[in-house]
Structures are given as C-alpha cells and as structure tokens.
C-alpha cells in the first residue's frame, strides 16, 4: 500500500462514537464555523467550547487534543463529498448523463456545506505539515473516484488528462463559493440565493457538457485514426 493510500485509510475511518453523540456534533459544528470564520491560528478550544455552549473539557474527552478536532471537522467533510460522488457514479448510463450526476452531486455537497472551501484553502495556505497529509489523501480518493469513473473518456495524459478534467471541474464548482461574494456589490445580487445558485449549476453544466462532447469528439477521433 503506497503512502498516501495509507493516509487515505487512516483519514475514512469507519463511524466512531463521536458521529453518535448530539453532543459531539454540536462541538464539531462550532469548530466548523470558527475555523472557517477566523482560521486555524485564531480559534483556540476555549472559543470552541463557547460557540458550543460546553465545557471545555468536554472538548477533550471527545477529540483529545485541538488537532484532533480540526481534523475531525476536516474528515467529515471528505468523508461526505466521497459518499456524495460516490452513490452519483453509482447510477451508470451514458458519459453525459454521469459526467452530469457528478456536478449536481459536487454542486449539492458545496450547498450544503458553504464553509468547507474556505477552510480547505486557509489550511492548504497556512502550510501545516500535520494537516496536508490528510488534505492530500483526501484529494487523491476524490481524483481517484472520478479518474476511474471515466477512464474510458480520458486520456492518460496531455491536456485533456484527467489530472486537468478534475481540477478544472473542481475549481469550477469551488472557486464560486470562496470568490463570488466579493462580486456581490458589482452583480446587485447575493450570490448564495437560490436564483443565483441555480445560475450558476446551470452554467457549470453547460462548461461540463461542453468539454465532455470535446472528449467524446477526441475519442472518436482517436479511434478511426487506429
């Protein structure tokens, strides 16, 4: 087993206790908030404990330790978006129709959990070796799962790899969530109202079904000239 399918392993456990307890999930939501509200050096486990309405020695009997929380609230997520992505590929049919699950399913991930964007880039961005570990295992299940899923679409390498095809898709459903609210003033508009995020899915559909009809023209392509 390489490094980092080891990592991978270690960071999808199986559900611990922690999943079962109303109040352990009202501790990691408050870390949840902080995390993505002031960044990993500006939330200590007092303010945890206060968001959360707990003691804080609460906090350690369920976590251990402030790493080990941060990490908790960091794997659920992943943990989440895999399953999400996952039960979409789950459903077959054409290259389309799959390609098109996969959006709606990152772009519902991403709905319902607005903060986990945010604290992906400020930890990638603080250059914490605990922590990059698990952010690049995770990473590479995800690329995994998408890679393997259209491995009859994509090309192994070149500009239409699937290394490109999934970091310019990904890219495409997060960067709104983490930029877009700085255009709020120019737009007139909020960009996590219901309108707008139907806009917006619309267009990602569209860049979507545009580039895999590239793909399936490509392939094409490849075939008559073999």
Known sequence: MTQVKQEATNFHRSKTPVETSARALQILAAADELLAERGPDHVSM???????????ALIFYYFGSRTQLFEKVLERYYRSHAKALTTAFSGGGSIHDRVRRAIDAYLDFM???????????QEVAHHDDGKLPQIRANMQQLYEL???????????????????????LSACVINYYTYAKVLRGV???????????????????WLAETITTRLIQDALAHRVQA
């Open 111 to 121: 709905d319902q959990n607005h903060l986990f964007a945010r604290l992906v880039m």
């Open 46 to 56: 007092r303010d945890i404990a206060e968001r959360a309405g707990v003691n804080k």
């Open 187 to 205: 737009w007139n508009a909020d960009p996590s109202s219901p309108e707008m995020l139907r806009e917006r899915r619309a267009h990602v559909q």
């Open 146 to 168: 998408m890679r393997d899923e259209f491995t009859d679409l994509l090309p192994k390498e070149g500009p239409m790899s699937a290394k490109h095809f999934f970091v310019t």
